[in-house]
């Protein structure tokens, strides 16, 4: 599994149920990636999205504590059931993409995490762990700076040390 996020600085991802940040070729990034994969993500990620409607040419899957939410994608009430179902899939087709909390309960389960990390500091009330600290993961790739809306950011690829990596860089 990979998971999938932009972080500022201190790794915040999000701020009153938004992104931190509108950057149009991040988007493409995580679209390009996404794109005919399995998508998890939790309820208010779902929420947060154009008409609160899963994401097109992908299996969203949301996790929710709430074992009432329906949703027009496949639904867990059980993180356990939710790691089940993805178990009878190619781990590399699935992307995981938040919020923090989701990141938290995948993230022990992922290999790689592909970060637009976004340098400025931005208030955030919701965050990613913080990679750099982290003694599981390695940054392996980092794109040259882009600058988009008045942002600079690079793509970086981390990935769990003793992990097998895949070919290609960034693509994966």
């Known amino acids: 599994m990979t998971a999938i996020a932009a972080v500022e ?99 022990p389960h992922c290999d790689a995490c592909l970060i637009t990390k976004i340098d400025a500091d931005l208030p955030a009330d919701s965050f990613f762990a913080d990679l750099d600290a982290d003694g599981a993961f390695a940054c392996v790739w980092e794109s040259a700076p882009q600058s988009e809306n008045g942002f600079v950011y690079r793509f970086a690829r981390y990935e769990r040390k003793g992990a097998a990596a895949p070919a290609g860089g960034g693509n994966g």
């Open 9 to 107: 600085r201190n790794w915040g991802i999000g701020l009153a149920g938004g992104l931190l940040a509108d950057l149009p070729a991040d988007r493409g990034y995580f679209r390009g990636h996404t794109l005919h994969k399995i998508v998890v993500m939790g309820r208010k990620t779902l929420e947060s999205l154009p008409g609160g409607r899963p994401l097109p040419a992908r299996t969203n899957i949301v996790l929710s504590r709430n074992p009432s939410f329906r949703a027009d994608c496949e639904v867990f009430s059980s993180f356990e059931a939710c790691l089940a179902r993805l178990a009878r899939e190619n781990p590399k087709d699935v992307y995981i993409a938040g919020g923090a909390e989701i990141y938290g309960r995948f993230l």
